[in-house]
């Protein structure tokens, strides 16, 4: 199946979406899916040849039909296929026969329902490879391509399509109905949008290179249920990003929790929609929570000019807008700085004298209760002055309410046409981005489409709905300049050093071979001592200093302190003999455990306590996870993702987005991290991780990683492989 998904090529592509004839195999005037399909086809007002076919009907919907694919006069550019699955393989044998070189199959009953259908859609994919022929489905409700006019699509489009700037790719059926509605309530343009349906050649990779590629499109939007072909969705968005193509995805369906090791806390953490969380972090895809949000974010980006940086000015008519938008610009990080004193004079001239010219503004309801003879009203004004100000980087413009339909007063519509016509030419010509917002997110009336879309604006729906779709690009154009590490071989030695008969290990390492790992990676750890005996266990305390830490040193013991194998705070020859006594005689409970000795470590006080683990994830492999550690990790629950390799950069961002970073930074009088030197710490752990083979690797988990100020000490150590 690889070879031919390899053939779908954007190229290929480009055909396939964009048919100049088409065939409909099973149609019938009693067909609701071939009735859906000739709707389909008048909204996108495709004016090409639509040739029924059916074995006992002469015509269809009025149009002449014929009795099979064999029988057409010259080949179509496409076939959609309505019968039933047990009918599908001689369809293709038609159509192969025919010449006809793509094909959407309707039909179900094929991987969604088993191994056999599993088997039977390998079958059907195998036997249209043969003739040559690209396969969408099974299982499939075809695509609507706006700007080439085809609509091969067996469900309701919303009226009127609007071509634009957003292409969709769903792994749903009936989802894209939704989604096309929800875009016709905002105006929101569509260029292709496909129902993926089975991906039996077609898959999701696929139609995102074609989208990637596609001029039309400006924004991708994808609903998917899983990430099929990782390294191809992984390269797609990286060509995305290399172009400033948006991606945003709303990615539903929680799996259990990939690669977990109950060895290892991390396991329990990394859950696959947390992976998923940092995949589309590494290649910037903005993950979405809704269909609003994710339509939302797109028709930002792909209408509004892209703001410049995170200051912002807010002009609207509300003080309860204010409020609301100062909230949720805050919780997105968008900074709303004091206006400039000459745009606060500039402002002061059209405002009552009981109003404050101050961002985010206010402009009163005072212009609406009372009678004005021009278009613009002092809402505009304020505009005009905020887009001059030299300390914003846009404004987000909450003055425009768009009446249902066109006002009855002649004098009132044309002023408020003028007025709109001024604004699309002020968005257009202003020094910085304006974006304009609604109040909330209903839909825009037929008047309101044709208007604002002639003036070129595009309103978002709804304050908070607006700043969340802002905060999204603000934080996509961000990291557009944070290119993702390059792949690193897995397994790669480079210097690491390891025991080779450790990989062989079904199992938890010895600690004393864990440390020696992550040390020759450039992890520092704190002194420790492998001793076999309690008095030298007591010479070595007085070498490290103490108070000191005992742990017992065996591969079978992965949980040290659950078993009385770890001795904290220990001062004193005689504490020390007995200390070692205590958890050696602990560990020797411990069925099968075979004992390397006690290590004896400097006890360490202050700092933050870190967990860094590594997990290989079943479909992305190997996934860094950093967060607040110590025997909290699970309890406190602030962690955050990365799929390895990372650089330092990455690991900064990454522990600036722990909920607990402030104690990093000397929160309450504690000494501040060094965060160039744990970021480097935190990446060659990483690296650690990649030095064992991702096929042997189950976990590798510091925990904790200790930092004060610029020292950084790997504590406890816990590396767990798979037997071979």
Same mark, same amino acid.
């Given at each position: 199946m690889g070879d031919r998904l390899a053939r779908v090529d954007p190229e290929r592509l480009r055909e396939f979406f964009a048919p100049r004839s088409l065939a409909v195999v099973g149609a019938s005037d009693t067909s609701g899916w071939a009735q859906f399909l000739m709707a389909s086809s008048v909204a996108t007002g495709f004016s090409g040849p639509l040739i029924p076919v059916h074995p006992k009907h002469e015509t269809v919907f009025g149009r002449q039909a014929v009795r099979s694919l064999r029988d057409l006069a010259e080949p179509v550019d %496409?076939?959609? +296929?309505m019968v039933p699955a047990h009918a599908v393989p001689d369809v293709i044998d038609d159509a192969g026969a025919a010449g006809v070189r793509n094909a959407i199959v309707l039909a179900g009953g094929y991987g969604e329902v088993g191994r056999e259908g599993v088997a039977e859609q390998a079958r059907l994919a195998e036997q249209a490879a043969e003739y040559g022929i690209v396969l969408l489905g099974p299982n499939c409700l075809g695509f609507l391509n706006a700007h080439a006019r085809a609509g091969p699509f067996a469900l309701t489009i919303p009226l009127p399509l609007r071509p634009g700037p $957003? *292409? %969709?790719?769903?792994?749903? *059926?009936? %989802?894209?109905? $939704?989604?096309?509605a929800f875009a016709r309530s905002r105006a929101i343009g569509v260029s292709t949008v496909v129902s993926l349906g089975n991906e039996s050649m077609i898959g999701t990779a696929d139609v995102l290179d074609y989208l990637v590629a596609d001029e039309q499109t400006r924004v991708i939007c994808l609903f998917l249920e899983e990430i099929r072909e990782p390294d191809r969705f992984a390269r797609a968005a990286e060509e995305a990003a290399r172009l400033g193509k948006p991606i945003v995805a709303l990615k539903s369906g929680s799996s259990p929790v990939g690669q977990a090791t109950a060895l290892a806390h991390t396991g329990s953490i990394a859950g696959d929609d947390a992976v998923v969380d940092a995949v589309f972090r590494r290649y910037n895809v903005i993950r979405a929570t809704s269909i609003e949000e994710l339509l939302g974010t797109a028709g930002l980006l792909g209408y509004d000019r892209w703001p410049r940086g995170r200051r912002m000015g807010v002009v609207t008519?509300?003080?309860?807008?204010?409020g609301i938008i100062a909230d949720r610009a805050s919780a997105? *990080? +968008?900074? +709303?700085?004091p206006f400039a004193a000459s745009t606060v004079e500039a402002i002061k001239a059209h405002l009552p004298a009981f109003a404050v010219a101050c961002n985010p503004l206010d402009v009163t309801g005072y212009f609406l209760a009372n009678p004005r003879t021009g278009a613009l009203t002092a809402v505009d004004h304020a505009l005009e002055a905020a887009v001059a100000d030299p300390g914003l980087d846009f404004v987000l413009f909450n003055g425009l309410s768009v009446p249902d339909a066109r006002p009855a007063d002649e004098g009132a519509a044309s002023r408020f046409e003028e007025r709109v016509r001024w604004l699309g030419e002020r968005i257009a010509n202003s020094p910085i981005p304006v974006i304009p917002v609604g109040y909330t997110c209903v839909d825009v009336s037929s008047y309101g489409r044709e208007l604002l879309g002639a003036s070129d604006i595009h309103l978002l729906g709804g304050l908070e709905a607006g700043v969340q779709a802002l905060g999204n690009a603000l934080r996509w154009l961000e990291n557009r300049t944070s290119a993702a590490p390059a792949p690193v071989r897995a397994g790669a030695p480079g210097?690491? $050093?390891?025991?080779?008969?450790?990989?062989?290990?079904d199992g938890p390492w010895s600690e004393a071979a864990a440390r020696d790992l992550v040390a020759s990676c450039g992890v520092p750890l704190v002194p420790a001592e492998l001793v076999t005996s309690a008095e030298a266990a007591a010479q070595a305390a007085r070498r490290l200093g103490s108070p000191v830490a005992l742990k017992v040193c065996s591969a079978q013991i992965a949980h040290k302190s659950d078993i009385g194998g770890v001795a904290l705070g220990v001062h004193g020859d005689a504490q020390v003999r007995d200390a070692y006594r205590r958890v050696l005689a602990a560990a020797q409970t411990v069925p099968g455990a075979v004992v390397d000795g006690v290590l004896v470590t400097p006890m360490r006080s202050g700092g933050v306590e870190l967990l860094v683990g590594v997990t290989v994830d079943r479909t992305f492999g190997p996934v860094l996870t950093v967060g607040l550690g110590g025997v909290w990790v699970e309890l406190l629950a602030d962690t955050s993702l990365r799929v390895l390799p990372v650089t330092a950069d990455d690991v900064k961002r990454m522990l600036g987005e722990l909920r607990g970073s402030p104690l990093l930074h000397g929160a309450r009088g504690t000494r501040p991290a060094d965060l160039d030197a744990l970021a480097r710490v935190v990446k060659n752990v990483g690296d650690a991780a990649l030095s064992i083979p991702s096929e042997s690797l189950r976990a590798l988990e510091i925990n904790p990683l200790w930092v004060s100020g610029d020292q950084v000490e790997a504590l406890d150590v816990l590396i767990v492989t798979k037997g071979s």
């Open positions: %496409l076939a959609f +296929i $957003v *292409g %969709l790719a769903l792994q749903s *059926g009936a %989802l894209a109905s $939704v989604m096309l008519a509300s003080g309860g807008a204010c997105q *990080g +968008i900074a +709303i700085p210097d690491a $050093v390891r025991d080779e008969n450790c990989l062989d290990q």
